[in-house]
């Protein structure tokens, strides 16, 4: 009797280890191949800036985002190489950040500064990339992922700033 209940435990145990790390490993994977679906049904493509309509309840399709933050998106694809990802600098807050397969956050860097362009090269582990280039290099676990912008608009005229130099910018392939 005893040998039976230790059997069950023990069987019970391990099944409830199996299902916690599958849904662990594959539901960050589910969650972003569910945000692209519904960016994709927005109209977005991929390697190509998109602004987004400013924040408000109704357009909210992913996750609960900042009225006062004006948001760029880009979804990548790498499957053709690697990519150059790039956004003009200006003089409120801004961020860009580069999001993994797997929802990872694996680059964010400031946007703060004077109009300049900061950038990055987007690759895969398996991508080479050019040796000579000063950009740092991001990795990602797969061949697509999530770039996005974020600067500091919480009216109308900044908005419309920070619209203005989304333009400047490039995702899309280093060639």
């Not at 860097?109 to 990339?129: C, F, P």
Request: with cysteine; aromatic share 6%.
């Amino acid at each position: 009797m005893m040998s039976k209940n230790l059997l069950f435990l023990t069987t019970t145990l391990i099944a409830a280890i199996a299902v916690h790390l599958y849904v662990l490993f594959n539901l960050p994977t589910f969650i972003m191949d569910k945000a692209i679906a519904l960016l994709r049904g927005d109209g977005s493509t991929f390697n190509q800036w998109l602004p987004s309509e400013p924040i408000t309840p109704d357009n909210q399709p992913v996750v609960r985002a900042s009225p006062d933050l004006a948001y760029t998106i880009c979804l990548l694809d790498l499957s053709d190489g690697p990519l150059l990802v790039s956004a003009a600098t200006w003089s409120g807050y801004g961020s860009l950040s580069i999001f993994d397969h797997d929802t990872r956050n694996v680059h964010a860097s400031t946007l703060r500064g004077d109009g300049a362009m900061h950038g990055v090269i987007v690759a895969t582990k398996d991508q080479s990339t050019p040796a000579n280039s000063n950009m740092p290099v991001v990795r990602l676990s797969d061949e697509t992922g999530v770039a996005l912008i974020r600067r500091l608009a919480p009216d109308p005229n900044s908005r419309g700033q920070s619209d203005a130099l989304n333009p400047l910018g490039r995702c899309g392939p280093l060639t």
